[in-house]
Nanobody, 122 residues
Framework: QVQLVESGGGLVQAGGSLRLSCAAS????????VCWFRQSPGKEREFVAAISWSGSFTKLADSVKGRFTISRDNAKNTVFLQMNSLKPEDTAVYYC???????????????WGQGTQVTASS
């Protein structure tokens, strides 16, 4: 079992940057693929980025490619999402999740954090 806690969200001006962190407890993240999803009011939760257990393979949604970067530090049991050039449409609650494959669907992941709010103002 693993518990995930997101942090680093906040309010920034459009064009600004934030770095989100996903920290694990109760187990090691090194054996899991980890992803980020986001959900804004009235919308479905959507895939943002994923990273393999080793960090050698990543996937990014087209909407964030070139702006966001996912990385991990297994020694610190933490996964990061660096978000640059933020747009108002990036505003959402961001969730991290862990699973056994580098998937893009909600049910690819077993363990979920509680989310952190990201707001990019215009």
């Amino acid at each position: 079992q693993v518990q995930l806690v997101e942090s680093g969200g906040g309010l920034v001006q459009a064009g600004g940057s934030l770095r989100l962190s996903c920290a694990a407890s109760g187990g090691t993240l090194s054996v899991y693929a980890v992803c980020w999803f986001r959900q804004s009011p009235g919308k479905e939760r959507e895939f943002v980025a994923a990273i393999s257990w080793s960090g050698s393979f990543t996937k990014l949604a087209d909407s964030v490619k070139g702006r966001f970067t996912i990385s991990r530090d297994n020694a610190k049991n933490t996964v990061f999402l660096q978000m640059n050039s933020l747009k108002p449409e990036d505003t959402a609650v961001y969730y991290c999740a862990a699973g056994t494959v580098v998937g893009t669907r909600l049910d690819d992941y077993r363990y979920w954090g509680q989310g952190t709010q990201v707001t990019a103002s215009s």
